[in-house]
């Protein structure tokens, strides 16, 4: 019973971080701002998906898991390297 209620809290959690998320892939001010709200949206998804893992006691989803962090990690890198990098002089 206890684990249920931590669960909805958790859910609930997750919900309000990935509309947070959302918001500021939508009104980012610069395309740094909206790769990083999206790398934070697909680690809320991955903690949303091992705390559902945890309460449930399965690992069903542990290779969307491992392609989740995969995905987010070459996104991430190929942004960082196909962006013009600014002078600070």
Known sequence: MM????????GGLFALSGLFSVYRIVRGPSVLDR???????VA???CAL??????????DNLPVLLVL???A?????SVARFLPARDSA
């Open 35 to 41: 790769v990083i709200a999206s790398d934070v949206l």
């Open 44 to 46: 809320t998804v991955i």
């Open 50 to 59: 091992g705390a559902e893992m945890a309460i449930n006691r399965h690992t």
């Open 73 to 77: 990690v070459l996104g991430s890198l």
């Open 3 to 10: 684990l249920q209620v931590v669960g909805l809290i958790a």
């Open 69 to 71: 962090a995969l995905f």
